[in-house]
T-cell receptor
Framework: DAGVIQSPRHEVTEMGQEVTLRCKPISGHNSLFWYRQTMMRGLELLIYFNNNVPIDDSGMPEDRFSAKMPNASFSTLKIQPSEPRDSAVYFC?????????FGPGTRLLVL | KQEVTQIPAALSVPEGENLVLNCSFTDSAIYNLQWFRQDPGKGLTSLLLIQSSQREQTSGRLNASLDKSSGRSTLYIAASQPGDSATYLCAVRRKGGSEKLVFGKGTKLTVNP
């Protein structure tokens, strides 16, 4: 298996623009997680899905962030409008039991 | 609210040394604890997972222990190598069914040849 796939790997955008991050989990995994990593706050869970259903979105910062999982093999995290404080590395992870497998991350810079 | 702390934030050792990384957590009602490794510019890789009923887990030169009552875990690395240089993060999962992990900020380890 190719592991968790994320795209794009790098994104530079201007404040106010819409940003869409994409994730393909490992086939057969039924849980998917979106994390954000910054120097100040470390690694934080934003939202996770189980069997395509959002279970815990308490980490989503505000209404500008939204996540969807239309099917078992694809998820998106959207930021609209983006702000400079959203600059971070965003990770997607998936799991089938207890171990989470992380993707390589998307490094987002909002100017 | 669960808080996870890792001390020190950074550690530099010569090759061949045995070393211990520390992790503490505030809420002992955990389901399991995991140690991850993160290389620069990469995602996290799971190293060891300890269930709340276990005291330790071993994999090769790595040994992780768990003292749930005191809210502490250690990751012991034997005979360190330059390839062990990375950031090590611990994460706890609470009891109750949620799959949410709460992470520490990590210890950045440098093993010098």
């Amino acid at each position: 298996d190719a592991g968790v796939i994320q795209s794009p790997r790098h994104e530079v955008t201007e404040m106010g623009q819409e940003v869409t991050l994409r994730c393909k989990p490992i086939s057969g995994h039924n849980s998917l997680f979106w994390y954000r990593q910054t120097m100040m706050r470390g690694l934080e869970l934003l939202i996770y899905f189980n069997n395509n259903v959002p279970i815990d979105d308490s980490g989503m910062p505000e209404d500008r962030f939204s996540a969807k999982m239309p099917n078992a093999s694809f998820s998106t995290l959207k930021i609209q409008p983006s702000e400079p404080r959203d600059s971070a590395v965003y990770f997607c992870a998936s799991s089938s039991k207890e171990t989470q497998y992380f993707g390589p991350g998307t490094r987002l810079l909002v100017l | 609210k669960q808080e996870v702390t890792q001390i020190p934030a950074a550690l530099s050792v010569p090759e061949g040394e045995n070393l211990v990384l520390n992790c503490s957590f505030t809420d002992s009602a955990i389901y399991n604890l995991q140690w991850f490794r993160q290389d620069p510019g990469k995602g996290l890789t799971s190293l060891l997972l300890i269930q709340s009923s276990q005291r330790e887990q071993t994999s090769g030169r790595l040994n992780a222990s768990l003292d749930k009552s005191s809210g502490r875990s250690t990751l012991y690395i034997a005979a360190s190598q330059p390839g062990d240089s990375a950031t090590y993060l611990c994460a706890v999962r609470r009891k109750g069914g949620s799959e949410k992990l709460v992470f520490g900020k990590g210890t950045k380890l440098t093993v010098n040849p």
